[in-house]
């Protein structure tokens, strides 16, 4: 009876706060959530061509069915250490809105997880962590089922720095 | 039963642009005083047909204006009106007018209207000139008279005009947008049931109208049933409603012709706003031409070879049920065939797209004929290779660039017919375009025998503007470049043509962005040439495939010069660092491509690798390679789609397996090796690795 009940509220709260489902992925050993909106499909890791002078967190480029996206390495991005690609490792391809227009981009991650919904009130703040690790990138913070996952803003993480503006680009 | 007129919009438009285009080019070639009987009369049947299709569509504005243009030609076509200057231009501002007209009706974006009711009155004011002065005044005043005052009509049709596919309701509409009006049907022929012929017409009926237009604009309306009913147009003569008349007064669009019916005619606040705000306004949602007109030979061909392609693949099909290798030789011929056919399609395909240049060439002769008069410069334009064909989206975007060049030669190139005689040249100037294929571009010149650039004026300026230090000095080419630079202009006074120190940087990077260059040369007191230089397409490209260390990069086929293999002996190197390689008579920078994008070759001694020779920028550089893998066409994809701009990456294509390889950007590839000694970039990569 209480786990029907607490059913009907979940779903109340969802209709009440607009949840959104969060795709959910693991990047050593933490669980990240991207919206699932912006998710527009899931592969397997495959070679792809690097591009010269870039930084080492972008991949490379590959041929998503005759356009050329960039792949960004996430683990190499959060600045964690590097691991061989295993038969888990896989590319999300995802929707960038920003910097003049949509874009898509592949981030490669340890694997894919999950889908959740978490609503907007179930999102913490992140606290502050001062230099320590920027939070900027970071949405939120959701507790699902007794776990952390941490949302991500990935217009922010992945238009930030080298990829729109010539920041940090070697010249 | 309603058509979807709609549908047929798109190509009224392009058929009208066409017309006005061919409207424009027969005026510029009416000679004065002796009308040419055929130019004139294509210029009345393009004038013709705009107006019938506006009719039809319903862009009565459109329809009206032209109507006047119309007649005007008509009398110039009859001979009963002479050719003169100012009829001319006046038809030529004309065109612009509708021009204007026509791209409003297309976006639906407001009208200028004074600026058409100008227009249409000095139209009109020609007209009424051919009559002896007393009629024209007369007309004048009837005009003063009519302004401001409504109109009764007698509308009695006969019992078969509804067979003629007239509908007095569309009528009615479109006098209702004229004014107030109230009708008043008279139903008294109006039979029994019974012995009524449902295709006949019964009613007749009396309108009254307030508004200030002509009589004529009214006649117009019922101009398709001349013929098939009585009509009688009198003058109100009551003047009750002053109040309305003169609120009408203050209407910009007072005008029937202006009035797209009724959606935009009640928003006049927002119309007069607008126009304030941007007195020459810029078409904003101009749709862009999305079909081109392709000549039949192309079809055909197309089709052929689409024929061919499917003879081959049930060929190869059939060879493939049953497969053994006694018939190999004979799926090596299909191939080679498939590949042949995959060709020669690829081509035919292309060249659909190609139109030539005289699309980008139509708009000077005008151009040149407005701005001469006005800069009081007398100018003759010569125009040679106008057939050759170049890419259309190369074309849409080298117009303006060409139209700033085209303008800068008038302004500042040619002088002014007495400083000619005075320097012993002709008092009419030259200016010549030129357009003709070399390699694998489109060279296109502009060329003047004018003043030509003045070096000391240039330098003085860029001296003055902190361009150059005061001690610097330079070579020729050099002086020529600086006119490219931002913020440089040495026109004495900035005119309304050119000189306002925007465009000449414009124009280089417009032209670099599409892949081409601009040169200048010029001499001193005999004139400047502007050559710039593009590529056929923007969408394939003929590439060598080279490989260093596990990559393959695309090297564009019009860049290599030669490909060689070193000679150690050959190699010199400059203060241990940069080497130059010694190619017959030249010194040559070899660019290490390992290097310069920082990736592992197979070997780094020069012995072991091959030196593709290119040229880029002028400049010519030997990048050194592992290998030389094969010549193949590419399909030029974006980066900057879903990534941004690399330099010296142009963009990527994808190979025959699937993976992606980028594509060289020659020029700025040599630019990088300048700025990437080795020392500098271990220090560079550190940064960026510490950053990441």
């Known amino acids: 009876m209480s786990v029907m009940q607490n059913i009907t509220n979940d779903e109340k709260s969802e209709i009440n706060s607009g949840a959104n489902q969060y795709l959910t992925f693991i990047l050593a050993g933490e669980e990240y959530g991207v919206d699932i909106l912006r998710v527009q499909e899931i592969k397997g890791w495959n070679k792809v061509t690097p591009i010269p002078n870039t930084p080492e967190y972008i991949q490379g480029v590959i041929n998503l069915r005759g356009t050329i996206i960039p792949i960004i390495d996430l683990r190499c991005r959060f600045g964690l250490e590097n691991i061989s690609y295993g038969p888990t490792t896989v590319v999300i391809v995802l929707k960038v809105v920003g910097g003049g227009g949509n874009r898509i981009m592949g981030i490669v991650v340890d694997a894919v997880s999950d889908v959740y919904n978490v609503s907007l009130d179930e999102m913490k703040q992140p606290p502050d962590f001062g230099k320590v690790v920027s939070v900027d990138f970071i949405k939120g913070l959701a507790a699902v089922s007794e776990k952390m996952v941490i949302i991500l803003d990935i217009d922010h993480l992945l238009n930030a720095g080298v990829m729109v503006s010539d920041d940090g680009q070697i010249h | ?692």
């Open chain 2, 1 to 692: 039963m309603s058509i979807d007129m709609s549908q047929f919009h798109q190509t009224f438009f392009e058929e009208s642009f066409e017309g006005l285009g061919v409207m424009e080019s027969g005026l510029l070639n009416l000679d004065v005083g002796t009308a040419d009987v055929d130019v004139v009369n294509a210029i009345f049947r393009a004038a013709h047909s705009i107006k019938g299709g506006a009719a039809t569509f319903g862009f009565s504005s459109v329809a009206g204006f032209t109507h006047v243009m119309e007649t005007l030609l008509d009398e110039m076509r009859d001979q009963r009106r002479k050719v003169t200057e100012e009829a001319v231009n006046l038809l030529l501002l004309s065109v612009d007018c509708l021009r204007d007209l026509l791209i409003s009706a297309r976006d639906g974006s407001p009208v200028d209207a004074p600026r058409v009711v100008d227009m249409q009155k000095k139209l009109e004011n020609l007209l009424s000139d051919k009559k002896e002065g007393g009629t024209c005044v007369d007309q004048h005043s009837k005009v003063e008279k009519e302004h401001g005052k409504g109109w009764d009509i007698e509308f009695i049709p006969y019992v078969n005009m509804l067979i003629t596919g007239n509908d007095p309701v569309r009528m009615f509409g479109e006098l209702s947008s004229l004014g107030d009006m109230s009708v008043k049907v008279d139903s008294s022929k109006m039979t029994g049931f019974n012995d009524m012929n449902p295709e006949e017409c019964y009613f007749s009926w009396k309108i009254s109208i307030k508004t200030d237009v002509s009589s004529e604009k009214i006649s117009e309306i019922f101009d398709w049933v001349d013929g098939e009913c009585d009509l009688k147009i009198t003058q109100i003569l009551n003047e009750s409603d002053k109040e309305l008349i003169a609120s009408n007064d203050d209407n910009p669009d007072h005008y029937d012709g202006i009035k797209n019916k009724d959606d935009h005619s009640h928003d006049l606040p927002k119309i007069e706003e607008k126009r304030l705000s941007s007195d020459r306004r810029v078409s904003s949602s101009s749709v862009e031409n999305s079909s081109i007109r392709v000549s039949i030979d192309k079809v055909d061909d197309l089709i052929n070879m689409v024929g061919e392609l499917v003879i081959i693949q049930s060929m190869l099909a059939q060879l493939g049920k049953d497969f053994d290798n006694s018939q190999i030789m004979k799926l090596r011929d299909g191939l080679s065939q498939l590949e042949r056919n995959t060709r020669e399609l690829q081509e035919s395909v292309m060249r659909i797209r190609m139109l030539p240049i005289s699309f980008a060439f139509n708009r000077f002769p005008r151009m040149v004929h407005d701005l001469s008069k006005k800069l009081g410069k007398e100018i003759e334009l010569k125009m040679s290779g106008e057939s050759t064909e170049m890419d259309k989206t190369v074309m849409e975007k080298i117009g303006d660039p060409l139209v700033h060049l085209v303008r800068n030669s008038i302004d500042h190139g040619i002088e002014l017919p007495h400083d000619r005689k005075a320097a012993g040249k002709p008092s009419t100037g030259l200016l010549h375009l030129n357009a003709y294929h070399k390699g694998g571009n489109i060279i296109i010149e502009i060329r003047d025998d004018g003043g030509g650039l003045n070096k000391e004026k240039i330098t003085k300026k860029a001296k003055d503007r902190g361009l150059i230090k005061d001690d610097e000095s330079l070579s020729e080419e050099q002086i020529n470049d600086l006119i490219f630079l931002p913020g440089f202009s040495t026109a004495e006074i900035v005119s309304d043509v050119s000189g306002r120190g925007v465009g000449m940087d414009v124009v280089r990077r417009n032209i670099n962005d599409l892949g081409g260059k601009i040169e200048v040369s010029s001499f001193e007191g005999k004139g400047t040439t502007f050559t710039v230089r593009l590529p056929l397409t923007l969408a394939i490209l003929d590439g060598q495939l080279v490989s260093v260390g596990d990559e393959t990069y695309i090297t564009p086929l019009v860049s290599i010069i030669e490909s060689l293999q070193i000679d150690e002996e050959n190699v010199n190197i400059i203060a241990g660092r940069a080497e130059v390689y010694k190619l017959r008579n030249e010194y040559i920078p070899i660019v290490r491509l390992h290097e310069v994008f920082n990736i592992i070759p197979k070997n780094k001694k020069l012995s072991g690798g091959l030196l593709v020779v290119v040229e880029g920028d002028g400049k010519r550089a030997g990048i050194f390679v592992d290998d030389l893998l094969g010549q193949q066409q590419v399909v030029i994809k974006s980066l900057e789609t879903n990534f941004k701009r690399m330099d010296g990456v142009s963009g990527a294509t994808i190979l025959g397996d699937g993976t992606v390889a980028l594509i060289m950007d020659v020029s700025g590839l040599i630019r990088l090796s300048h700025q990437y000694s080795p020392s500098n970039n271990r220090v560079a990569l550190d940064h960026v690795k510490s950053a990441a």
